[in-house]
């Protein structure tokens, strides 16, 4: 089939999370199952620092953002390891800048209107480079309003609301004639990685998007008076999905709808999950390039100490093998539950000498509890407060705990990743975490499917419970916990079942009529 990526991320040109890795990973693999696939982004300035080649198509392009025509051009690359084609929809006063979406933690006040522009960009780029299309897959509110203008401005195979249109032939003479397209035949999936961040905004901002105003209403795009493109997103899809079977169940309910439990239920029927899976290319002990000893499941017992104690060493904590290194890579955000971290890191310094290394950034108030906790435990906590990739593989390799108590986790990856690298996963029982952790309890452990622990109530007193039990195993059952990490590396995380599931769905939405 032809499928057309639309996200405002796709690793390694531009990442602030698992979306990111997601958009790369997930439309190679479609590739490999023998599907041609192309991505779309925006071009951020973050973009030309991947040390990727990023070449010119010399087609630039005008469409309305309101009553503005805008310029862009497209450029183009190639996702690495794969051929799948990558184009970057340029317009620099929007995207060349410091952050993808916001800046110094404040949101760029036209968010709005960039992703407007983007999501249009993206239509008419398809039909000026004749991109081939039979599914346009978006991802997240940036994109909500992909599915939005299949469904209106592009419906029924006219390209409509183009600046003929908008302005009069005569004022403004279409550029070339609008090659009647199959835009009819074209569908629209759209997948939510977090129901939290919906893009609301101004009523006002409706006019930018060229939509009529009678889709401004509760059942479609209007969320208490306000556009909101997650909504939209959701209430124009031919099919929604969302990153885990267990998410796609939370997101329906009172406590995890983020407010749109209703439209979500509305819509139950067209919602499936599907659980991401992870680069098992990128993420390969065996040959990441990143670690101070590779290993498998053969050398993971002699090869992974080493690591632990390149990561002491870099972290300047004292090296020592049977001390128990726990530790987070994360975007700082509530929805981490890193506080609940920081609570109870005292506790087991100062019971039991445990060690803890906290890679991330994010919200400041978190930064500060970290950073004055490495200060007072200088021997016991490192905090990085920084984004590093390299880095954030060194941690996966070095630890022996990964904490991630998230309040809420639509799929996440690191957990996934923890288990490759035989380090086992600490995760409160929601999202995808229920779906790839098995906590480890007696019997669990008897039967050897444990792979991690699992915590069930989002309290510090919970979590503190839940790594006691951890690191009791650690320290009085070896033999289990060596059984413990043999399984988690054998789980396969692959991509191939997922995007099986994905190809599978795209086939049953292009037979709707
Ligand atoms: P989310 O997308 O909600 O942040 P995921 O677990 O799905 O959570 O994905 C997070 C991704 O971002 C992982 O690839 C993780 O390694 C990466 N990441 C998060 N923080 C950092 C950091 N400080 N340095 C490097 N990588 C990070
Ligand atoms: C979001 C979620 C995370 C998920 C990622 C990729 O950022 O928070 O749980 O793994 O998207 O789908």
């Known amino acids: ?97 410091e952050g993808l979406y916001n800046s110094n933690g404040v949101d760029y006040q036209d968010n709005c209107e960039r992703f407007i522009f983007f999501c249009r960009s993206v239509f008419r780029a ?26 209106t401005l592009y419906q029924n195979g006219r390209a409509l609301g183009n600046r003929t249109e908008l302005f009069g032939a005569e004022l403004y003479p279409p550029q070339e004639a609008q090659p009647n397209r199959f835009w009819n035949k074209v569908r629209s999936v759209f997948t939510i990685h977090n129901m939290r961040h919906q893009g609301r905004f101004m ?21 208490y008076g306000q556009l909101n493109l997650l909504k939209t997103g959701i209430t124009f899809a031919d099919a929604i999905t969302t990153v885990s079977p267990e998410y796609a169940k939370e997101i329906q309910t009172d406590d995890f709808g983020e407010s749109l439990q209703g439209v979500l239920r509305y819509r139950s029927e067209a919602i499936s999950g599907i659980l991401n899976g992870i680069d098992t290319a990128e993420w ?49 955000d509530w929805q981490k539950g890193l506080d609940l971290v920081a609570d109870v890191i005292p506790h087991f310094v100062e019971s039991r000498g445990a060690q803890f290394v906290i890679l991330g950034t994010g919200d400041p108030e978190l930064e500060r509890r970290f950073t004055e906790l490495a ?32 309040r809420y986790e639509p799929c996440g990856l690191n957990q996934m990743y923890s288990q490759r690298y ?19 309890s007696d019997e669990t452990i008897a039967n050897r499917t444990a792979n991690g622990f699992m915590s069930h109530w989002g309290t510090s007193d919970d979590l503190q419970k839940t790594v006691d039990w951890a690191i009791h195993c650690y320290d009085h059952r070896k033999e289990d916990w060596r059984q413990m990490i043999l399984t988690a590396m054998k789980i396969d995380h692959s991509w191939r079942k997922s995007a099986g599931l994905y190809a599978d769905l795209y086939e049953r939405i292009q037979m709707l009529g």
Not at 30 to 56: C, K, N
Not at 203 to 223: A, H, P, S
């Open 1 to 97: 089939m032809n499928i057309v990526f639309v996200s405002s991320e796709a690793a390694p040109f531009a990442k602030t999370g698992g979306l990111a890795d997601v958009c790369s990973a997930l439309p190679a693999t479609l590739q490999q199952l023998g599907h041609q696939v192309s991505v779309f982004l925006p071009a951020y300035r973050q973009i030309y620092d991947a040390g990727i080649p990023i070449e010119t198509t010399g087609m630039g392009y005008c469409v309305p953002v309101g009553t503005r025509e805008v310029w862009g051009e497209i450029l183009k690359s190639t996702l690495p390891g794969s051929e799948v084609p990558v184009y970057f929809v340029r317009h620099d006063r929007y995207f060349f800048r």
């Open 126 to 151: 398809i039909e000026l480079l004749n991109i081939p299309v039979e599914i346009l897959h978006a991802n997240d509110w940036q994109t909500g309003l992909v599915p939005a203008y299949l469904a």
């Open 203 to 223: 009523q006002q901002e409706m006019e930018l998007t060229g939509i009529d105003w009678k889709y401004f209403t509760f059942d479609k795009m209007e969320f």
């Open 284 to 332: 390969n002990p065996e040959t990441d390039p990143a670690l101070a000893a590779a290993y498998n499941t053969e050398t993971v017992f002699e090869k992974k100490p080493l690591n632990k104690a390149a990561l002491q060493r870099e972290c300047g904590l004292p090296e020592s093998a049977d001390t128990p290194l726990l530790g987070v890579v994360s975007r700082f």
């Open 375 to 406: 200060a007072r435990y200088p021997n016991n906590v490192a905090a990085l407060i920084k984004f590093n990739s390299a880095l954030s593989h060194q941690v996966e390799a070095g630890l022996d705990i990964f904490l991630m108590p998230s």
């Open 422 to 440: 035989g380090t086992l996963p600490l995760v409160r029982h929601t999202g995808g975490l229920a779906d790839t952790v098995v906590g480890a």
